[in-house]
């Protein structure tokens, strides 16, 4: 199933991650934010339901001079019970939306920021303040350096498959959640939603493995 998602990753199909019953015990929808369309959001706003993210490669983050939100709240307390410490950092619009809220906003925020990270990856940072403006409706999310060998969250193992795949590390995350009981979809609801979609669906022991083989 890795090696499938592998692959609808790099035709820009989505899949689904979980990441572990031990972290947040909850299953993302992944696609790369490169290919991410307007139907690929309201998929995610309205078969997911979470939070609609853009996660980043930190060496790509360094190069845009993104900072983590924890840096910038001064004298706010992070309070993390599953994990050291959370990835967020800024929320952005592209300067080319209207109010960065729709499905067409928010697809063509995905796919600047995934041109930034690009530009960036391939050492040009580029004007990135000037192409984005903050607060936006786009939450980005920096990976932890060393990504999975420093933290095994979603952020990282999304950017991980994304490395797998040979893509540009820009990665839309939008949490599935159980509209039922009020909480994070089960994994077995996540599975059952992925064979009756047809979505590919990964654990982040799988992701983990294949990156240290």
């Known amino acids: 199933m890795l090696l499938r998602a592998v692959e609808d990753l790099r035709e820009g199909r989505p899949v689904l991650l979980f990441d572990a019953a031990d972290r947040e015990g909850e299953t993302d929808m992944v696609i790369p934010a490169e290919a991410a369309t307007y139907e690929d959001v309201r998929l995610m706003r309205e078969a997911a339901g979470g939070l609609i993210c853009v996660a980043i490669h930190p060496d790509s983050a360094e190069s845009l001079g993104l900072p983590f939100a924890r840096d910038l709240l001064d004298g706010f307390e992070e309070h993390v019970t599953y994990d ?19 499905d067409r906003d928010r697809a063509l925020t995905a796919r600047k920021v995934a041109e930034s990270v690009r530009d960036a990856s391939n050492g040009g940072a580029g ?10 409706h786009v939450p980005l999310l920096i990976g932890a350096k060393g990504l999975l060998d420093a933290r095994q969250g979603q952020t990282e193992l999304s ?55």
């Open 127 to 136: 004007e990135f303040r000037s192409e984005f403006s903050v607060p936006g």
């Open 84 to 102: 050291g410490a959370t990835s967020f950092s800024v929320w952005v619009n592209h300067r080319d939306t209207f109010t960065g809220i729709t």
């Open 159 to 213: 950017l991980e498959l994304a490395r797998m795949a040979s893509i540009t590390p820009a990665m839309v995350l939008c949490e599935m959640l159980d509209g039922e009981t009020g909480n994070a979809l089960s994994e077995e609801g996540a599975r059952e939603f992925a064979e009756r979609s047809g979505i590919s669906f990964v654990e982040g022991s799988q992701v983990t493995n294949r990156s240290v083989a």
